[in-house]
C-alpha cells in the first residue's frame, strides 16, 4: 500500500498542477493538436476528418519542469523516499527484459497526472475520488512481481470470422471490424505512420483486417542504475516474439490459398512505461492482393494443427526452408507468372531435391507430387496430369514462352499445388527425413 504520506504531498502537487491547467483552460490557452481520425465504413469507403485535441505530452512536460522546481516537490521526494513501496523502484531501472525505465520522483507525479488526462474529458472534474483511483493503479503495477505485456500483430489481407482464436504457443487470432480497424489507427500513431490515409499508397488502413496477439507475464526486474544491462527491447521482440507470429502467418497460407500477411508488431506494455512500441515489418507489399483469403471458424483446428507441425521442423533441413520460403513468396507476388515460378521452386525443393541427374524431372516431379497428395488411383491420375500441365507451364514462363489461354486460366490451381505439396509434407513428416517415394509408389 502506498503511505498517506506520500499521497498527501502527491495530492498536493497534482492538486496544484490542476488548478494551473484550469486557469489556461478557462483562457483558452491550452495548447491543442492536430490529429487526423479515420473513419471506415467498408473497404472501400472510408474519410477523415481533422480533430484538435489538448497536447497532453507538452503539458505534462511543462508542468513537470515547473513543479520540480518548488518547495512542495522536494517534500514530495522525501516521501517518495520513505514509502517503502516507492522507496523500493525509486532511482532504480525497473522492467523486465524487454522494457526497462529509470524511475525518479517525477515519473510518478507524470504517471498519475496522465491517467487523469485519460480518464476524463474535462480537467474540471477532477476530484480526490479520481486521484485515489489513479493511486490505486500504481499500486497494482508496483506492487506485482510481474509486469503484463502484449504483442499485437498486424495481419494484412486476411477476413477474419474468428473471434479470440488460439492457434497455439499462447498466440490467438481475432478478426476486425471496421470499427476497430478505424480505433487501432486512430489510437496509434506510429501504426498511422505504416499506413498512410492516402489512396496513392500501396500500404492503406484498410490493409489491415485481423491481429494476431499474445500476451506474456514477465518477471520485474528491479537493479542499480549503474548496473543496468544494456538491452533493446525492440531486438528482443523480434528475436523471441516475431518467430511466434511468423509460424502463424505460414500456418494460415498452408490452411488455403491467400495473400494474408504479417504486418508490423505492436509491443504494448504497462502504462508506467512510456509509449509503444513498434516492429516494422519487411517491404510493402503489392497494390493489389493476388489471392483474396477469408479464414472461417471450421478452419481454426486446422490452423492449429499445422501450427504445431510447424514447431516440428527441423531448421536444418535447407530443402525444407527453401521450399516454404518459396511459397511464402509466391503468394505475395503482384503476377500470377511470378506466383507460379515461385510455387514450383517450393515444389521442386520438396519433391526433387534428392534428384542428382537432370533427366526427365517433369514427369518425376508429376509422379511425387500424384503419389504425395492423391488417395485413390483416378485421383492419383488427375493429379498426375494436372503436376506434369504445371511444370510445362513453368518452363513456358522461365524461357519467355506465352502462355495460351487455357493455361493461364490454370495458372491460380498450378500456384496452389505449391501449397498443398508444403502442407502434406508439413503433417507427413514435419519434416526429418525425405518420404521413401518408392514405398509410396507401390504402397
Known amino acids: 500500500m502506498l503511505s498517506s504520506k506520500f499521497k498527501e504531498t502527491l495530492w498536493t502537487l497534482i492538486d496544484s498542477s490542476i488548478g494551473s491547467i484550469r486557469t489556461l483552460e478557462k483562457s483558452g490557452a491550452l495548447p491543442t493538436i492536430k490529429k487526423r481520425m479515420l473513419s471506415i465504413r467498408t473497404e472501400g469507403s ?11 505530452p507538452m503539458i505534462l512536460n511543462h508542468l513537470s519542469v515547473v513543479a520540480e522546481k518548488t518547495t512542495e516537490f522536494a517534500e514530495f521526494i522525501l516521501a517518495s523516499k520513505a514509502d517503502p513501496m516507492i522507496g523500493k523502484h525509486l532511482e532504480k531501472t525497473v522492467g523486465t527484459t524487454e522494457t526497462l525505465i529509470y524511475l525518479r520522483a517525477v515519473n510518478f507525479f507524470n504517471f498519475i497526472l496522465k491517467l487523469v488526462f485519460e480518464t476524463n474529458s474535462e480537467i474540471s472534474s477532477f476530484n480526490k475520488q ?22 499485437i500483430a498486424i495481419l494484412e489481407n486476411l477476413d477474419c470470422e474468428i473471434k479470440d482464436g488460439e492457434v497455439g504457443g499462447g ?29 496513392f499508397f500501396y500500404v492503406r488502413p484498410t490493409r489491415i483486417k485481423s491481429v494476431l496477439y499474445i500476451s506474456i507475464d514477465e518477471p520485474k526486474i528491479i537493479v542499480d542504475r549503474r548496473n543496468t544491462p544494456i538491452i533493446d527491447p525492440e531486438e528482443v521482440a523480434i528475436n523471441r516474439i516475431k518467430p511466434l507470429f511468423e509460424r502463424a502467418e505460414m500456418a494460415l497460407k498452408l490452411v488455403k490459398i491467400g495473400s494474408v500477411r504479417l ?29 483474396e483469403y477469408k479464414l472461417l471458424s471450421s478452419d481454426l483446428d486446422d490452423l492449429r494443427t499445422l501450427f ?42 520438396f519433391l526433387l531435391n534428392d534428384i542428382k541427374e537432370r533427366g526427365e524431372l517433369g514427369f518425376r516431379f508429376a509422379l511425387r507430387a500424384a503419389n504425395l497428395l492423391g488417395k485413390s488411383s483416378e485421383e492419383k491420375r488427375k493429379i498426375f496430369l494436372f503436376a506434369k500441365n504445371a511444370y510445362k507451364i513453368r518452363s513456358r514462363i522461365a524461357h519467355g514462352n506465352t502462355l495460351t489461354p487455357k493455361q493461364k486460366d490454370s495458372l491460380p490451381d498450378a500456384v496452389d499445388l505449391g501449397r ?17 517415394w518408392e514405398e509410396m509408389l507401390f504402397s
Not at 336 to 348: G, N, T
Not at 423 to 430: G, S
Open 420 to 436: 498443398k505439396i508444403a502442407r502434406e509434407m508439413v503433417l507427413l513428416n514435419a519434416p526429418r527425413e525425405n518420404p521413401n
Open 263 to 291: 504486418g508490423p508488431i505492436i509491443h504494448q506494455q504497462p502504462s508506467l512505461f512510456p509509449g509503444e512500441k513498434l516492429t516494422h515489418s519487411g517491404p510493402a507489399p503489392p497494390a493489389n492482393p493476388l489471392f
Open 308 to 349: 504445431l507441425a510447424l514447431e516440428k521442423v527441423d531448421p536444418s533441413n535447407k530443402a525444407f526452408r527453401i521450399g516454404l520460403d518459396r511459397y511464402n513468396i509466391a503468394v505475395e507476388r503482384s503476377t500470377l507468372e511470378d506466383a507460379l515460378l515461385d510455387s514450383m521452386i517450393c515444389c521442386e525443393a
Open 46 to 56: 472510408y474519410s477523415w476528418n481533422e480533430n484538435e485535441f489538448t497536447n497532453i
Open 130 to 151: 479520481i486521484f485515489d483511483k489513479a493511486c490505486a493503479e500504481l499500486e497494482s503495477i508496483l506492487s506485482n512481481d510481474y509486469f503484463h505485456l502484449k504483442y
Open 171 to 199: 498466440i490467438f487470432i481475432k478478426g476486425l471490424s471496421w470499427e476497430e480497424v478505424a480505433e487501432l489507427w486512430n489510437d496509434n500513431s506510429l501504426i498511422q505512420s505504416h499506413y498512410p490515409f492516402s489512396n
